[in-house]
């Protein structure tokens, strides 16, 4: 049992320096520590679902996606009774090690009482809060999760005071951009809403997780460190419609997004004199940016949709 601990301990220590979590959150004046992955789950109580990995995921359709690994209601599953209209913090990991990538929280809705036994997979997400690039330039800019880092690696979102009343789980997540894959960070944790209002999601407001992103969506796939990135200053966040912002309502429905054929463009090995910097892309699907690697880089495919010169 010491041994577990103390590998466990070790175990933790090393995984401090990468990656990370949501470790604790608080509302009005209260406190509620988070769950602990590299502990025993015997004994713990918090209102957050269980995660067991520092670890990011890299995969938008897995079905961790949702609530990390594994999300289900943990043995001794806690609620906090928060009030709708009132702002709810989530204290990340210090220090936050990426500081390029949007932050964004939503809400699900439990049938029933309780979300006690309910798996995550199974309910249908809104979106109350997002922020991505704030100011600058996607390969030299301001983003969210640098704000988050800056503001003591914490986010706060206020609960919409529209939101019928009832138990929910509130999915914090913050997406980090560095490197791709893009490495997507959630957390979840149990609500009981009081006070709310009449105001139900719309249908175009909701989406399940996984499903609510692909792995192709914008602004999971945007490469940092391309000629482009310096001077674009549009990054699109990923997801649905923010609440309330209309989506959904007659007439607004947002036209299906026209994708480009998927042409898998294989590394050349005799490309002339390229143009891509070390690190930059230089092909996979949807790619449409140069191909040719500044010598004595050359490109080499780390995924179908991300080739990179190296
Ligand atoms: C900063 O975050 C830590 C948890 O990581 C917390 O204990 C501390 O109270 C926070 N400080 C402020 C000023 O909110
Ligand atoms: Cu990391």
């Keep these: 049992m010491l041994q577990l601990t103390l590998l466990a301990l070790a175990f933790a220590t090393q995984r401090v320096h990468a990656h990370g979590g949501v470790l604790a959150y608080s509302n009005a004046g209260n406190w509620y520590d988070g769950w602990h992955p ?28 949702a609530c990390n690994d594994d999300g289900q209601p943990g043995p001794n ?21 990426h500081p390029q990538g949007p932050m964004l929280t939503y809400l699900a809705q439990c049938p029933g009482s309780t979300c006690n036994g309910v798996n995550a997979n199974s309910l249908k997400w809104f979106k109350i809060d997002h922020a991505g690039l704030l100011s600058g330039t ?85 490469n940092l460190y391309t000629q482009e990135a310096m001077t674009q200053t549009t990054y699109i966040i990923p997801g649905p419609p923010l609440y309330g912002s209309g989506g959904g309502s007659p007439g607004t429905t947002q036209p299906p997004v026209t994708t480009t054929p998927a042409t898998t ?17 230089c092909g996979g699907i949807g790619w449409s940016g140069g191909t040719g690697c500044i010598s004595p880089w050359t490109c080499k495919k780390i995924n179908d949709y991300y080739f990179q010169c190296l």
């Design 77 to 97: 599953q806690l609620t906090a009774t928060v009030a709708a209209g009132s702002s709810i913090t989530a204290y990340w990991n210090s220090v936050w090690p």
């Design 38 to 65: 590299y502990n025993t789950p015997v004994g713990q109580t918090t209102i957050q679902r269980p995660w067991a990995t520092y670890d990011p995921i890299q995969d938008a359709t897995a079905s961790t996606v």
């Design 265 to 281: 463009q294989p590394p050349v090995s005799t490309a002339p004199a390229g143009t891509v910097p070390q690190y930059g892309q």
């Design 138 to 222: 996607v390969g030299n800019g301001k983003w969210a999760s640098g704000k988050m880092i800056d503001s003591n690696n914490s986010w706060t979102s206020t609960i919409p005071s529209t939101v019928p009343s009832g138990p929910y789980l509130i999915r914090f997540e913050t997406i980090a951009l560095h490197s791709l894959p893009a490495q997507i960070y959630p957390e979840c944790a149990q609500l009981q809403i009081t006070g709310g209002g009449s105001r139900a999601p719309t249908s175009s407001e909701l989406v399940s997780f996984p499903g609510g992103y692909k792995n192709t969506d914008p602004g999971l796939t945007v």
